[in-house]
């Protein structure tokens, strides 16, 4: 059973314009949600994360907006780049485990 | 400053055989992960160690899957018997904090993992 389940599976941006990833959680348990970015060959690094006590944080082009009662949280990349390009991964811990995302590969059009 | 390193970063095993996969955590780093991650999936957690001590083994698939961390650094995943469904990217990533302590963040640290192709 996947714990979190992410969306879309694919995405393709123009440069310069948004990118929204979607993930959605059953488990209540859950206090902490980073984003992973990982590129070919390399590990997932960590790229901002958050707890269930605020509804969104910013850094840089980078926001995740939490949504308690709805379980959902989401990942904005604005002013997308070429660079940018990568898989994404939500993930969520209960402290002492982390369950990942399926991931969303990311393709930003220069 | 080092990051964790992960070796061999390619292996190719016949069925049957046994492998072992190294991790060598950030020093210093309390908390240890092992991860195996399929093609085109996300990381799906394997086990977790606190020093030497596995505190959670629960992500193993089977019997053959070993895990150690004998002096609470370097840490061994091993693979007995190896089957083709085995092959994946097993990913090790360290944290310096213990996994139970909810520090400000529990971010893990990733290796660049090792990539095993069972023939």
Avoid at chain 2, 25 to 32: E, F, K, N, Y
Wanted: hydrophobic residues 30%.
């Amino acid at each position: 059973q996947q714990q979190v389940k992410q969306s879309p599976q694919s995405l393709i941006v123009q440069k310069g314009g948004i990118s929204i990833i979607n993930c959605a959680y059953e488990n209540t348990a859950f206090d902490y949600f980073p984003w992973y970015q990982q590129f070919p060959g390399k590990g997932p690094a960590l790229l901002i994360a958050i707890r269930p006590d605020v509804s969104e944080k910013k850094e840089g082009r980078f926001t995740i907006s939490f949504n308690k009662s709805a379980k959902q949280f989401s990942l904005h990349i604005m002013d997308s780049q070429p660079g940018d390009s990568a898989t994404y991964f939500c993930a969520a811990d209960t402290g002492n485990q982390f369950y990942f995302g399926t991931g969303t590969s990311l393709t930003v059009i220069p | 400053g080092a990051g964790v390193s992960q070796s061999p970063r390619y292996k190719v095993a016949k069925r049957g055989q046994d492998v072992a996969l190294r991790c060598d955590p950030i020093s210093g780093h309390v908390s240890l992960f092992w991860y195996q991650q399929a093609l085109g999936q996300g990381p799906e957690f394997l086990t977790y160690f606190q020093n030497e001590a596995q505190l959670d083994k629960s992500g193993l698939p089977s019997d053959r899957f070993f895990a150690e961390r004998p002096e609470g650094s370097v840490s061994t995943l091993k693979i007995q018997r190896t089957q083709q469904e085995d092959s994946a990217v097993y990913l090790c990533a360290s944290s310096p904090q213990a996994a139970t302590s909810g520090g400000p963040y529990n971010e893990q640290f990733f290796g660049p993992g090792t990539r095993l192709t069972v023939l």
